[in-house]
């Protein structure tokens, strides 16, 4: 297991904090060559040193995903510097609690922008320049519980992340003939900063068969394991990781 992923080049999207960050660092310490992007993120960026103590190469990709020229350079140049992406994990995403009623255009165009078109265009651009031409590729998704049963407050991001399901699907079928993997991760209340941020996760402690917020190692966790070859017949998956909220 400690070198499942050793040669592999794995790209995670909103790493330099939070479950990206956490999902980097598995991804290093089970031997992946790791690209961080986020939005700032360097060099001299605390989650580059941490990669790099595992004694794997890491390369940050600073830029915005929601802007597709951007995605589409920024691959390239991932690519260039890196030899190749073998492992997309489509981790950034917004959290904002809005209720229904108080939801307006801005907002709306923001979630959706950050939380579906950035990884609909993020997984399209590394499979057309990477994963096609070296029939290979594992595509993971971070989705949500919310994404199959909506939360009070958060419409349009559980709506997003109904999509993300389905955009796993979607890329799961299309792309089967080429040797690539989609799979999502749904992952369930768990101790990340936009969670913490407010006290809904109180609420939903009582409805958690675990009794307790799921810690982001065991996401990380999860991703990994979509990601090693000894489990490629899992395909268009969704992983549940939540506590036992859903079971499905």
Same mark, same amino acid.
């Given at each position: ?10 790209? =995670? #999207? ?11 660092? &598995? ?12 939005? &700032? ?24 995903? #929601?802007?597709?020229? $951007? %995605? ?7 690519? /260039? ?12 995403? %917004?959290?904002?609690?809005? *209720? ?11 979630? =959706?922008?950050?939380?579906? &078109? ?7 651009? %590394? =499979?057309?320049?990477?994963?096609? *031409? ?17 939360? /009070? ?5 559980? $709506? ?8 796993? /699907? ?12 989609? @799979?999502? =991760?749904?992952?369930? +209340? ?6 913490? $941020?407010?006290?809904? +996760? &109180? ?11 799921? /810690? ?18 899992? @395909? ?13």
């Amino acid at each position: 297991m400690a070198n499942m992923l050793a040669g592999k080049v794995a790209l =995670v #999207t909103g790493a330099a904090r939070g479950i990206g960050k956490c999902i980097a660092l &598995k991804l290093a310490e089970y031997g992946a060559d790791v690209i961080v992007n986020d939005l &700032k993120v360097d060099e001299n960026s605390e989650v580059m040193k941490e990669i790099q103590n595992f004694g794997v190469k890491g390369f940050p990709l600073q830029g915005d995903i #929601t802007d597709c020229q $951007a %995605v589409s350079a920024m691959v390239e140049k991932a690519v /260039k510097e890196m030899g190749r992406i073998d492992i997309l994990v489509n981790n950034a995403g %917004v959290y904002p609690a809005v *209720p229904v009623l108080e939801v307006d255009e801005k907002h709306f165009e923001f979630v =959706v922008d950050v939380n579906m &078109k950035g990884l609909f265009f993020m997984s399209q651009q %590394v =499979v057309k320049q990477s994963m096609l *031409p070296n029939n290979y590729g594992k595509i993971v998704n971070i989705s949500s519980c919310d994404g199959k049963n909506p939360g /009070k407050g958060v419409a349009v991001y559980s $709506a997003t992340k109904a999509a993300v399901i389905s955009f796993t /699907k979607s890329y799961a079928l299309e792309l089967a003939d080429y040797d690539i993997n989609s @799979n999502a =991760v749904a992952a369930g +209340w768990v101790e990340s900063e936009q969670v913490l $941020a407010n006290d809904r +996760w &109180k609420d939903a402690l009582a409805m958690i068969p675990s009794r307790r917020l799921g /810690k982001l190692s065991e996401i990380a966790e999860a991703v990994a394991f979509l990601c090693n070859d000894k489990v490629s017949y899992i @395909n268009g998956e969704i992983l549940d990781v939540n506590g036992g909220i859903i079971m499905d």
